[in-house]
Each structure stands twice: as structure tokens, then as C-alpha cells.
């Protein structure tokens, strides 16, 4: 079994950064892909970011230039630091493993969420 727990959330005022981090922890012999989602109130979860095992990331268009997404494959975790961030950010950020492969299957997995929170 595999556990992905986050952490880094709260309450920033608009222009303010947050750093948020996701551990990947169990029987894991590599990961696919790392990324992050989110879902604010009333809406459908959406990506943000992705870092595969290749060293290759990618950031949706809402957030370029404002989060940066990185991947310690050795440790199996991801920080996603997020900077001049905006009220439309708000919601709950999920950070999810694709393609976890435990020497025999590969299965994906979602953390519980942490929430992001900007107010003034």
C-alpha cells in the first residue's frame, strides 16, 4: 500500500506564496509521474502540474510563471512552490502518483488534500 500525505496549505493574502509538499511513502519501487490538482467550490478538479520521473514538468496555463513544481525521485516526493498567488487559486490541492510500480503492479494514488486559501 501506498500513502501520499501533503502538507503547506492555508491562508495568504493575494500576492503572497505558499510552498506546498507531497510524500509518497510505502511499497514503491518508482513513479511514473507526480503532479498536483485542483478543485475549488463547485467546480470539477482540474490539473496544475506534472513532473515525470524523466525530469520533465509541465504547468497548466493558469499558472505559469507563478508555480513552480518540483520532484526528488530518490526521496519520492513534490513541492509545489506557489508565488503571487490570486483569489482564483483558492481550493483544495490534491497531489497525486501515477504509475506507481511496486515491483509487481502499478496503481495510481491521490493524497486527502490541503487547502489553499487567498484572502485579503
Known amino acids: 500500500q501506498v500513502q501520499l500525505v501533503e502538507s503547506g496549505g492555508g491562508l495568504v493574502q493575494p500576492g503572497g506564496s505558499l510552498r506546498l509538499s507531497c510524500a509518497a511513502s510505502?511499497?514503491?519501487?518508482?513513479?511514473?509521474?507526480m503532479g498536483w490538482y485542483r478543485q475549488a467550490p463547485g467546480k470539477q478538479r482540474e490539473w496544475v502540474a506534472t513532473?515525470?520521473?524523466?525530469?520533465?514538468?509541465n504547468n497548466a496555463y493558469s499558472v505559469k510563471g507563478r508555480f513552480t513544481n518540483s520532484r526528488n525521485n530518490a526521496k519520492n516526493t513534490l513541492h509545489l512552490q506557489m508565488n503571487s498567488l490570486k483569489p482564483e487559486d483558492t481550493a483544495v490541492y490534491y497531489c497525486?502518483?501515477?504509475?506507481?510500480?511496486?515491483?509487481?503492479?502499478?496503481?495510481?494514488?491521490w493524497g486527502q488534500g490541503t487547502q489553499v486559501t487567498v484572502s485579503s
Open positions: 510505502g511499497s514503491i519501487v518508482s513513479i511514473a509521474a
Open positions: 513532473s515525470t520521473s524523466g525530469g520533465s514538468t
Open positions: 497525486n502518483a501515477d504509475g506507481v510500480y511496486d515491483g509487481k503492479y502499478e496503481h495510481d494514488y
